[in-house]
């Protein structure tokens, strides 16, 4: 419903100056704090009490960090870019927890995704975030013109 309104009125420029101005604000401000605090009351780490399901929760978070990263860095080389400005790009593609966080509630609220899974997603969905802004300060440097 919410997004139909969006897509029939993204052509008008003043619904959504209005939209912004009158909702926008609110909407950052007291539902992203809910979600995140809702994300977390379902997310049980202590759960994750064996070795196997830690090594499993380390495989998730390198493959999914490497998958995203991968994918990106592919598509930047494939249309043009250089080897230092794809790999920004694909470090950058790190840090879309948020829609993350969505889906996988989504399908743990389904029945898709069980307890663990739902554990070791919510961690590879902070931990690929965490990491982004270190890995970018190291590799941005060498993305300015003459390095």
Known sequence: GGFMLGVVL???PAFIAAWRERIGQFVTVFFLPIFFTYTGLR?????LD???????????VLLASAGKFGGS??????????????????????????MELIVI????????????LF?????????STVVT?????????????GS
């Open 10 to 12: 993204h052509d008008e």
């Open 43 to 47: 997310t049980d780490i202590g759960g």
């Open 50 to 60: 064996t070795p196997q399901l830690w090594a499993w929760c380390g495989l998730i």
């Open 73 to 98: 860095y592919l598509a930047a080389r494939h249309v043009g870019l250089g080897r230092p400005e794809a790999k920004v790009l694909g470090i950058m593609m790190n840090t879309r927890a948020l």
């Open 105 to 116: 509630n989504v399908g743990y609220d389904l029945g898709v995704i069980s307890q663990h």
């Open 119 to 127: 554990t070791m997603l919510v961690i590879m969905a902070i931990a």
């Open 133 to 145: 802004t270190p890995l970018i300060r190291r590799w941005l440097p060498h993305c300015a013109p």
